[in-house]
């Protein structure tokens, strides 16, 4: 039977990953501390106050030495740690210590890309790359099969998602779309794939690109992998879960 086999968070956007082991979620909300927190480059006026597209934050995508950051964030203190594999570690509070970041992350910006600028706080949403509170949902068996299909080694790093269920059918996740799903005890509309990007394409461990990851997607006719979902009540979830179809 199907399965949560990971929970992974993302406290930055863009900005390192942390894989946790429980997580309390409510209704129409992402994941706790999950992209609360974003870098806007030089050339974008976004300040937090409303959730604003994802061309207005220094990314994965267009810097994929980012992609190599892991986190861990304790909430109790709202002190992040932060570690890449060509850095010293970064400890600093994302509220009050932005510019640490910002100075630490600097050689990770390509020179023909905008500088990152500031570190910002949602205020009112979290920035994830949907306008509503979204939660990816991911397939271990579908990233399998795709590894497979390449003839290589992938890292699921490289699509951050949020929760991981094993023993699925390759794909099967795709037929979940407008459908609803059970997770432990929180039901889940599936509203959509997540169309991937350039920011797959990079080594989650070097931070360099690698991987043709878009070019086999596109193989099947789409670049989708994953799919984004809405939780619909309250409740926790916790590795080892099981997940059924509910409708």
């Known amino acids: 039977m199907a399965y949560l086999s990971e929970i992974w968070r993302y406290p930055i956007k863009s900005h390192g990953r942390e894989c946790i082991s ?34 207005n934050f220094s990314r994965g995508a267009k810097a994929p030495g980012l992609m190599a950051i892991s986190a861990n964030f304790d909430e109790t203190t709202n002190i992040l740690k932060m570690s890449h594999p060509n850095k010293n570690d970064l400890i600093f509070c994302p509220d009050t210590e932005g510019d640490k970041l910002i100075e630490w992350t600097k050689d990770l910006i390509p020179s023909d890309r905008s500088g990152s600028a500031k570190l910002i706080r949602a205020k009112a949403s979290a920035m994830t790359d949907t306008d509503y509170p979204s939660i990816t949902i991911c397939s271990s068996t579908s990233h399998d099969a795709l590894a497979k ?25 795709m037929e979940w779309i407008g459908k609803i799903v059970q997770i432990g005890n929180i039901k889940f509309d599936i509203v959509e794939p997540v169309q991937r990007c350039m920011a797959t394409t990079a080594n989650p461990e070097t931070g360099v690109r690698d991987a043709d990851t878009l070019g086999a997607l596109q193989s099947h006719g789409h670049q989708n992998f994953s799919v984004y979902a809405v939780a619909k009540n309250n409740g926790t979830l916790s590795l080892d879960d099981k997940l059924t179809l509910i409708d």
């Open 22 to 55: 429980a997580v309390k979620v409510k209704a129409r909300e992402t994941l706790p501390h999950d992209r609360i927190w974003a870098v806007v480059h030089e050339h974008s006026t976004a300040d937090g106050s409303q959730w604003v597209a994802c061309h």
């Open 149 to 173: 299909e390449m003839g290589c080694d992938l890292s699921k790093n490289r699509w951050r998602g949020n929760l991981w269920i094993d023993d699925l059918e390759p794909w099967e996740e």
